[in-house]
């Protein structure tokens, strides 16, 4: 089947591979829903997006994402509730960021109405990949890539759009250990730490794996200047609790301006919680350790929501977090997790209805 | 034909596409030499080197090296002198490097033997495909990228090395003007900025497009901490001439340890020159160029060999470089290329002799 669609062009899977998955024993990343969209960019424009089923592509050896790295994405994540109907969770926030993180990698933006569009589309179309329950999504991943062949080192005039989705359950199950970094870093002022740029992930990696060498599963990191200051953890945005105030650091150049960043921030405010978006040194939380007013570290992204950490190495020296009662941690997560599944009111109007009938 | 040859399969060319190239009208990273090498990482191995003819690869567009940047490569380039000899400079560097910037992205090291036997076994294939005359060379491009399926952010579990080869002719044809940055900047302490990373690369073109738009070809990177240091050009390594003295950046975990540099360094040296390898102020060449002591400024790297600089803007104000007799940068760029081309002497044993007989 070949139909044009609100401007997409469609071609259906003939059959799907839904039940070639183990939902019980989902490993996050393996299974890709029937469905992906490409939309190319040439002769100075984005073309008509593709939705066709998921599957391999031709690539030119010399294309330039394999040797420059023009390359950004999104994560995003699609919740069913208790009625079967679909939700998104600020996608506008995930598009505006897309196009911010292109505009870094000199990568055209990309147009609004070909995002939805394209959403909706692959969402009705694969809404059966959708699993209801806590902790279940559909795993949402936009990304940009440079395909131009040729080896010069110059922006790729020719780009390709894509959009693949794939079942998740919980990211991280049990509590985290971190290093915090004194040597190795992120990102650089006047630098590309705010874009969700392919290289700065690949380039977090053996950090990484460092610090799992030393029984770690990340790393905190801290500014590259003077490794003072706490920016951020593995992949996530980091909040501290000092006594009943929660801190995370402002974004800048260095640090990425996460949505569920920006959402915890929120709640904890709608909650009455004291919050301080402020530069945090790493003494302070060191100190702040040793007198046992530190009560919480958690990350947050769309990958885990929220990831609790209860420990981290600084300078030599282990710091476990005691156990606390009432957490934030868990009270913000199932707030937010309440609204993403459609479990509670939504003030703030985070919400998008996709229509999947 | 399928022939094992010193450990590599190889597949030949059914037919060259040789006479589709217009040598006088070389296009940089058009035309690729007939053959590739491709060599898969799996089940903690690098499998057997495939030697195959140039052409597209199916990738899974869930392939790491999309989504987190896991990709890194060099530039070689062989040339061919009078008697129809081919040569590599300091190839033993550029395998050496290509590990180093693999290990900081957490990608596995590419054995010597297999480099190595695939360099001589393409440069023979395709020995048609390096001409003759100054500036002519075959651009030689191993890359090597992250291709396991799956988007959680963790390093690959598979890899592809690949080499492919187009014909170059000298890069930049006349002098460039660039502009020093004083807010954007290419990498960070504790960064990759050493490695030979594709998202540096990336992450560099949006600053250049804003000089671009401002008249200037290129940008001078500082470092990111002060904009204080004068650290790299473009894409390459950046010596000044102030007075008759020779002076450029050390290199660092921020400044690339490029070949043609430290080849230039050694060539100064060996001419009398005095050489000064130290930090160099921003503020310093802008004096210099007010006292008219400044009197060259040039960038080196394997695809440009040297590119002379003829004028900088510094905080919204031009300098304009003098023209002077006997300029280091022509003296050295001939030295070099001297040996390059096998029509002098190689002091330093730099050449690699390819057997293509």
Redesign the interface.
């Known amino acids: 089947m070949n139909t044009p669609h609100k401007g997409l062009d469609i071609t259906t899977a003939k059959s799907s591979r839904l039940d070639q998955v183990d939902f019980d024993n989902l490993v996050?990343?393996?299974y890709?829903a029937d469905h992906?969209m490409?939309c190319d960019y040439k002769d100075g424009a984005w073309q008509t997006p593709q939705i066709m089923p998921?599957g391999?592509?031709?690539?030119?050896?010399?294309s330039k994402?394999?040797?420059?790295?023009?390359?950004v994405?999104e994560g995003m994540k699609a919740f069913k509730d208790a009625d079967d109907k679909v939700w998104l969770f600020r996608p506008e926030d995930n598009f505006n960021r897309i196009n911010i993180s292109s505009?870094?990698?000199?990568i055209p933006e990309f147009p609004k109405e070909y995002f939805f569009d394209a959403l909706n589309t692959l969402l009705k179309l694969d809404s059966e990949w959708i699993k209801k329950g806590d902790g279940n999504s559909l795993?949402i991943?936009p990304?940009a890539?440079?395909t131009e062949?040729?080896?010069?080192?110059?922006?790729s005039n020719e780009y390709k759009f894509?959009i693949?989705c794939?079942p998740a359950k919980a990211y991280y199950s049990t509590p985290v250990k971190v290093l915090i970094?004194d040597?190795?870093?992120?990102?650089?002022?006047?630098?590309?730490g705010y874009a969700k740029?392919?290289?700065?992930?690949?380039?977090s990696?053996?950090p990484t794996?460092l610090a799992k060498e030393k029984g770690y599963q990340q790393v905190i990191w801290t500014d590259?200047?003077t490794?003072e200051y706490l920016e951020e953890a593995?992949?996530m945005n980091v909040f501290f609790r000092i006594g009943d105030k929660l801190i995370t650091a402002p974004t800048s150049d260095r640090i990425l301006d996460g949505v569920t960043r920006k959402s915890i921030i929120d709640l904890a405010k709608h909650e009455g919680i004291d919050v301080e978006v402020r530069r945090i040194k790493v003494g302070e939380i060191v100190e702040a350790a040793k007198n046992g007013t530190l009560k919480e570290i958690f990350g947050t992204g769309t990958?885990a929501t929220i990831a609790q950490i209860s420990g981290f190495e600084q300078d030599g020296t282990f710091y476990d977090l005691p156990e606390v009662e009432n957490p934030y941690n868990v009270k913000l997560k199932k707030m937010l997790q309440d609204i993403q599944y459609n479990r509670a009111e939504d003030p703030f109007d985070w919400r998008y209805a996709v229509e999947t009938k």
């Open positions: 996050f990343g393996k890709y992906m490409i998921y391999p592509m031709e690539m030119e050896p010399s994402v394999f040797h420059y790295g023009q390359a994405f505009k870094r990698m000199a795993y991943r990304f890539i440079g062949y040729g080896v010069s080192a110059s922006p894509i693949i794939c970094s040597h190795y870093s992120r990102s650089a002022d006047g630098g590309v740029a392919a290289g700065n992930y690949g380039a990696f053996y794996n590259a200047n490794h593995g992949t990958a």
